[in-house]
Each structure stands twice: as structure tokens, then as C-alpha cells.
């Protein structure tokens, strides 16, 4: 797992340079379809990153989209007119059934189909119309950390396609570059906070807007390495009813780039401090960072559209250091495998 981590940067930068015209002839088959709306089908690490790409479709190209729900297909044979619609699969494997039968049964009832995956031969890219290929490599760790930030850049260069931004690909190199200072810098914060919180039972992992596919990453990391119960939850919803759980010594991590969700988070952050939470805040902004009861700095002058891919890697560090600190092997979890099969 943190072989694999360590190698993100260069997968972003080999997804930019190898993946990049490929996106386009996509986003100008896209184009030429009148798209009304788009719908997302995954599970697991790759329904994270179908949350990325919700927020940046509407957020960027002003595209309504929705998280599609596979078992609506495969087991309540539904029927679904989706004439007008991109339907797009992500999978690293592309072997997931459930998924595959969705986006055969979206084809032949009149969707644009389209595969996101590691697996550009599989059964999910034989079923669609289009394919793009996250060129990760072969990831040996069943918890997923290259292959998720390398389907973030597909996704986000496809955003940027279809909106004909032409130097997409010099922002995720910039990305990787601040990885790599995240590796550098962020990396001993978060091993400090590990080894601090290593008999935490429960915590919940918080963010808002784009990066909550961050918070809800994490916490899958969380729960499949180190065997915590984390709930993500946007902060905004997290004030509401949630917000009970908050008593002293609870631990709430807060994902906190620089954007416009800042300001509202920032008063989030004052309210867990004034109750008495223990408030891991992973930022980089000083300003947030003083309320926090451990705080993990970030790279500074990150854009807010690929913030999701550089505090991704700051979730993965936590999660792979915490398993670490509680004797755990985070290459082994209990009782999975690196592709699951559901129907």
C-alpha cells in the first residue's frame, strides 16, 4: 500500500501525457450528443470518485448528474428510459457484474455508454460504447490509493474536455507535484496523529462540496485498514442531527482545502472546537489550523477542483500509518479481496 501511494505522481503525470487526446475524441463524441443528463454506477473507491465527478459535471459544464444504483437493473429489473443520457461505469477491475449489467442495459435502452477503468480489455469496457483507460498499473494493495487519484485525473481531464480547456493536462502534473510535497511535508504530521489515535474506535470524516468524495474515501480507507468505524458526512449535514455525537475527545477529521466551501467550513471547525471535539484538521490554511486539537498542514495554493486528488493521498498516509500503529497489515484486510463481485 505505501509502495503504491508513493507512485501516484507519476501515474498522474503518465495518465496526462498518454490519456489526454483519448479523453478528447471522447468529449467531442460526447458533444455531438444531445446529453441531458448523466449517470454514474459504481461501488466502492470507484462511487467516491463518481462523487468528484458529480460535483465537477455540474459544477463545470453545468451537466445535472446522479449516482446511478445498480441493483435497480440487476435485481429489480427495472425498466428505465435513458434515451438523452451518458451513463458512465467506473470500475478499476471492470468486473464488477452489477455494474456491467447496468451499463449493457443503459446501451441498449438508448444511453451514450462510457467505462472509466484500469482494465481497458474488461467486461465493463466491452459493454460500452467508450472507453478511457486510468493507466495505474497493476496495484497489488486491495485497498485502492493509485488507482483512485488516477481515475480522479481521467475524470477531471474529461471535465476540462468537454468544456475545451486544452492545458488540463499541465494541472494534473501540477497536482502531482503536490503530492509529492504532501509526501514530503504532510506525511510525518500524519504518522504523529497515527500513532496519537492509535485505539480509536470511532471517529466520522468531514469535508464539503467537491471533497466530500475525500471524507467518504477516507473514512472506506479507515474502515477496510484499520477496522475503525468512520462515518463521512458533509459537514453542512453533519451541524444537523449528527452533530450530537460531539462530546470531548471525539475525534472528527476535517478536510479543510482552500475554495469556496472555506468559510462555512471554518465556522464548522470554531463549533467542534467550542463542544470539546478532537478536531484533526488537514489544511493549509493557519487559520483553521490553530483550532485544531492535531493539525496535519497541506500544501499550500492547491485549486480547489484537484484538491480531491492531493488530500485523497493525505486520507490513504492516515489510514496506512494508523493500521501500522495498531499492528495491523494494511495490505491484508480481513475477509477481502482486491475485486469484489456483486450481483
Not at 487526446?21 to 470507484?46: M, N, W
Amino acid at each position: 500500500m505505501r509502495v503504491e501511494i508513493g507512485e501516484q505522481p507519476e501515474v498522474l503525470r503518465r495518465v496526462a501525457e498518454q490519456e489526454w487526446r483519448a479523453i478528447q475524441a471522447v468529449a467531442s463524441q460526447i458533444r455531438e450528443r444531445d446529453i441531458r443528463a448523466v449517470f454514474l454506477a459504481a461501488r466502492g473507491s470507484s462511487d467516491n470518485a463518481a462523487t468528484y465527478c458529480k460535483y465537477l459535471l455540474e459544477i463545470q459544464n453545468g451537466i445535472p448528474c446522479g449516482l446511478a444504483a445498480p441493483s435497480v437493473v440487476s435485481l429489480y429489473r427495472a425498466s428505465l428510459n435513458l434515451h438523452g443520457t451518458l451513463v458512465v461505469g467506473i470500475s478499476q477491475s471492470g468486473q464488477t457484474p452489477d455494474g456491467v449489467e447496468y451499463i449493457a442495459y443503459a446501451r441498449a435502452n438508448g444511453a451514450l455508454t462510457l467505462s472509466v477503468t484500469n482494465a481497458p480489455e474488461s467486461p465493463l469496457a466491452r459493454a460500452s460504447h467508450l472507453t478511457l483507460w486510468i493507466r495505474a498499473g497493476t496495484e497489488r494493495s486491495i485497498a485502492a490509493t493509485k488507482t483512485y487519484t488516477a481515475t480522479l485525473a481521467v475524470l477531471y481531464l474529461l471535465s476540462e474536455a468537454l468544456r475545451g480547456q486544452h492545458d488540463a493536462p499541465q494541472h494534473i502534473c501540477h497536482a502531482a507535484a503536490l503530492i509529492e510535497q504532501t509526501l514530503q511535508q504532510t506525511e510525518p504530521h500524519l504518522q504523529t496523529i497515527a500513532n496519537r489515535y492509535r485505539c480509536m474506535h470511532a471517529c466520522v470524516a468531514l469535508a464539503r462540496g467537491v471533497n466530500q468524495s475525500t471524507a467518504q474515501e477516507t473514512a472506506l480507507k479507515l474502515i477496510e485498514t484499520c477496522y475503525v468505524m468512520c462515518k463521512a458526512y458533509s459537514i453542512a449535514d453533519f451541524m444537523h442531527g449528527p452533530f450530537a455525537l460531539v462530546e470531548p475527545g471525539f475525534p472528527c477529521l476535517l478536510f479543510a482545502p482552500d475554495g469556496i466551501t472555506f468559510p462555512t467550513v471554518l465556522e464548522s471547525a470554531s463549533k467542534l472546537r467550542a463542544n470539546g471535539a478532537e478536531a484533526i484538521i488537514i489544511a493549509s490554511s493557519e487559520e483553521i489550523l490553530r483550532l485544531a486539537c492535531v493539525p496535519a498542514p497541506m500544501p499550500a495554493n492547491i485549486p480547489e477542483m484537484l484538491s480531491p486528488l492531493v488530500y485523497a493521498v493525505a486520507g490513504q498516509l492516515l489510514a496506512y500509518h494508523l493500521a501500522r500503529a495498531r499492528d495491523l497489515d494494511p495490505d491484508q484486510p480481513r475477509g477481502l479481496r482486491k475485486i469484489t463481485k456483486t450481483l
